[in-house]
């Protein structure tokens, strides 16, 4: 079975090794110059095991010091409605897994962890976007298609 950990601050270039993966896969975008800008970041918020982000990951088997998978996720607080009167919202981003380790359940695995995360901060919704690749992965673990349209906005 995998060993799903937390990932900490010295993990933060593999993380967005791993997510530049996820990105290229998605949008063919294959640019890494945004990396050093966002590493600083990156580490502080890995660093704050107390935060409202958090990213879990397992170690790849063959190449040390290199990791397998990754996900990270985020609460947001909403103000509460009938049924989630606490607010607390789950997200889920940047899924992914070296091209070397796939079909070994390590996304699977960080993705339980994660949930657990939310439950135990009290987020009772959570929400993800899916390529079709990954959805079934999704549905095998309970997300159902939502319809809710969503509009974007860059500043």
Partial sequence: MSVVRRALPEDAEEVLRLRQIMIDSLFGAPSAAWHGESLPTLRAKLGEPAGDFTAFVVDHPERPGALASLVA???????????????????????????????????????????????????????????????????????????????????
């Avoid at 997200?91 to 091209?99: K, L, M, Q, R």
């Avoid at 079909?103 to 993800?128: I, K, P, S």
């Avoid at 673990?141 to 939502?146: A, E, M």
């Fill in 73 to 155: 996720g985020t609460i947001d607080y909403r103000i509460g409605k009938s049924g989630e009167p606490r607010g607390m919202v789950g997200f889920v981003f940047s899924v992914a897994t070296d091209p070397s380790a796939r079909r070994r359940g390590y996304a699977r695995a960080c993705m339980t962890t994660l949930l657990e995360w939310f439950r135990e901060r009290g987020a009772r919704r959570v929400q993800l976007t899916a390529s079709p690749e990954a959805e079934p992965l999704y549905v095998s673990l309970g997300f159902r298609p939502k319809p809710d349209p969503l509009l974007e906005l860059t500043l």
